[in-house]
């Protein structure tokens, strides 16, 4: 079975101040791990995804996350928040075979303090 | 990338009336296009996959009879809540196909309540 779980439903951090959102997710498959992020009244966005390679992945507006297998997480990070960072933040998993639809975390919403 | 219009974002309704939600994508061809719901504190899940040119496909527990899906053309599938009662208010997102490690693609979204 997949599932998705990001811990802290709200963030709240200063801005400047690293960012750090979590996810932890279950699969009885390898993975395909994505971070979206929902800004008011618009749609999802891509920011980052992990496939295969490298663990450590960019993404767009200096997001980053990293995939560690032995942990089942793939945390989002940014070392220092802008205002503009303010969202509902997505951890979303599918599955690399089967159907393709997706499992999603409940969200995060991210609050950078002035 | 790709883009996903739906609408409308957000709607109001009466219980026991019916609410449309459209979902067009507007520079690609899609014969798969899914629906997902989202309760307060809970996750987006899957309700249907809408299939251009034949019947949807839902999910277990969700009822087919009150969530009609029509995926008219290639372009435009729409949902419709019928007999909407307040339990239905939700927040609706579709997407486009996904393929395992491609980038989906979503709508905007569209927040139900039913009063």
């Known amino acids: 079975a997949q599932s998705v779980t990001q811990l802290g439903s709200h963030v709240s951090v200063s801005e400047g101040a690293l960012v750090l959102l979590r996810c932890n997710y279950s699969?009885?498959?390898?993975?395909?791990l994505f971070w979206y992020v929902q800004y008011p009244n618009q749609g999802l966005q891509l920011l980052l995804k992990y496939t295969t390679g490298a663990t450590l992945v960019k993404g767009i507006n200096g997001f980053e996350a990293e995939f560690k297998k032995s942990e089942t997480s793939f945390h989002l990070t940014k070392p220092s928040a802008h205002m503009s960072d303010a969202a509902e933040y997505f951890c979303?998993?599918?599955?690399?075979?089967?159907?393709?639809?997706?499992?999603f975390g409940t969200g995060t919403r991210l609050t950078v303090i002035p | 990338g790709a883009v996903v219009s739906q609408h409308p974002s957000w709607v109001i309704c009466k219980s026991g009336t019916s609410v449309k939600i459209e979902c067009r994508s507007l520079d690609f061809q899609a014969t798969t296009m899914f629906w997902y719901r989202q309760f307060p504190k809970q996750s987006l899940m899957l309700m249907a996959t809408s299939n251009e040119g034949s019947k949807a496909t839902y999910e277990q527990g969700v009822e087919k009879d009150k969530f009609l899906i029509n995926h008219a053309s290639l372009t435009l599938s729409t949902l419709t809540v019928t007999s909407a009662h307040p339990e239905d208010s939700s927040f609706y997102i579709c997407?486009?196909?996904?393929?395992?490690?491609?980038?989906?693609?979503f709508g905007q979204g569209t927040r139900l309540t039913v009063v």
């Open positions: 979303v998993l599918a599955r690399q075979t089967g159907a393709n639809n997706l499992f």
């Open positions: 997407s486009g196909p996904t393929g395992g490690n491609t980038e989906a693609f």
């Open positions: 699969s009885s498959v390898p993975p395909y």
